[in-house]
């Protein structure tokens, strides 16, 4: 198991941007796949983004494409979502998520493959 940590959701106007960052730990990072879903009031939790292992795969889900931007910091046991652009659409509570995996390069954009998940982060975004 891997513990994680959202940190960096608030309110911001549209056209502004905010940085998520989840910090891990208990287990190897590196061992970990790493997704962002988002949840809004009302809906079901949607796939952002994914990272493979080795940060050389990246995955956005269409609507966020060109506007946020996925990385991970394996040495610091951090994974980071910079949001430009916001829109009142983005408004969502994001959670962080991890999934164990023996392959470097690979990657999850389904919710149910996540076994660990970060306890998530509020992200406003006002028109």
């Known amino acids: 198991q891997v513990q994680l940590v959202e940190a960096g959701g608030g309110l911001v106007q549209a056209g502004g941007f905010l940085r998520l960052s989840c910090a891990a730990s208990?287990?190897?990072?590196?061992?970990?796949?790493l997704g962002w879903f988002r949840q809004a009031p009302g809906k079901e939790r949607e796939f952002v983004a994914a990272i493979s292992r080795s940060g050389g795969n990246i995955m956005y889900a269409d609507s966020v494409k060109g506007r946020f931007t996925m990385s991970r910091d394996n040495a610091r046991n951090t994974v980071f979502l910079q949001m430009n652009s916001l829109a009142p659409e983005d408004t969502a509570v994001y959670y962080c998520?991890?999934?164990?995996?023996?392959?470097?390069?690979?990657?999850?954009?389904?919710?149910?493959?996540?076994?660990?998940w970060g306890q998530g982060t509020q992200v406003t975004v006002s028109s």
């Open positions: 998520a991890a999934r164990f995996t023996l392959y470097s390069g690979s990657l999850s954009i389904k919710r149910d493959e996540y076994e660990n």
């Open positions: 208990g287990r190897t990072f590196s061992d970990y796949a």
